[in-house]
């Protein structure tokens, strides 16, 4: 009796994963190919094999590469994304900023103070620095935070 049950499950499970798997596979085959993100020209490394950029000190303890850094199409204002990552159980050094900024922490918790601002940042949370304020970031984690900053600039 034991067996009969176990075959009987046994055919059930393969009879429903095979439709399954089909099902999935339709789909696959209808839903178009996303198309990936792109930027006008001169913004994207000619060569795709390029190398990721490494990451440079930009003040004690902080760490910067740009991912994308473009102007306008009339060259009136410029927009950087930088991936930054602070140092463990660091403070760094001041650093201003090449413009206005938002900032998203990725990983870590990080307290910040951006001029008279003072805050708090867990992932997913966000801040805005002004235009020329001193940025200063203290980490207490045993782990290196990680943010990101869309930074804007007039020209």
Known sequence: MAVAIRCAFILSVALTSGA???????????????????????????NPRAATPQFAP???GLYARTIVDTRSAKGDYRIRILSLSVS????????????AAMLSLSAGKIEYVAGDQRGKL????????????TL???????????LRAVIVSGQ
């Not at 089909?22 to 020209?41: D, G, L, N, R, Y």
């Open 58 to 60: 930009i003040a004690p």
């Open 122 to 133: 867990q992932p997913g949370d966000t801040a805005a620095i002004p235009e020329g304020a």
């Open 20 to 46: 399954g798997s089909t099902a999935v596979a339709q789909e696959a085959k209808t839903s178009p190919a996303a198309a990936p993100f792109t930027f006008p020209k001169g913004v994207r490394s000619a």
């Open 88 to 99: 463990p159980k660091a403070t760094t050094g001041e650093v201003k900023l090449p413009g």
């Open 136 to 146: 200063q970031i203290i980490n207490d984690d045993e782990r290196p935070a990680v």
